[in-house]
Nanobody
């Protein structure tokens, strides 16, 4: 059974930083790409960042480029999202997900398993 457990969310002031972690179990972590998505109140879930199986390829949505960094540790079965220069509009529940392939992807259809989410709140 595949499980993804996110942590690291919380309340932070605008301009601050948070580091999200997602620990995966139940499948060979290093065989699959990973992604981070978020859902703000009243909005649809949206893509944030993705990383391929080796960590050598990453993609970001435009609004977080230059502020967020996705990385992974295939020994610890963990994917990270370092979030700097946070803005109130980054407030959302953040979800990690594991892909069905090795390739980085921003498409929901490419993700088979999802975590329960972690709340990030950025105050102005």
């Amino acid at each position: 059974q595949v499980q993804l457990v996110e942590s690291g969310g919380g309340l932070v002031q605008a301009g601050g930083s948070l580091r999200l972690s997602c620990v995966a179990s139940g499948r060979t972590f290093s065989n699959y790409a990973m992604g981070w998505f978020r859902q703000a109140p009243g909005k649809e879930r949206e893509f944030v960042a993705t990383i391929n199986w080796s960590g050598g390829i990453t993609y970001y949505t435009g609004s977080v480029k230059g502020r967020f960094t996705i990385s992974r540790d295939n020994v610890k079965n963990t994917v990270f999202l370092q979030m700097n220069s946070l803005k109130p509009e980054d407030t959302a529940v953040y979800y990690c997900a594991t892909s069905t392939t090795r390739s980085a992807s921003s498409q929901f259809r490419d993700y088979a398993y999802w975590g329960q989410g972690t709340q990030v709140t950025v105050s102005s």
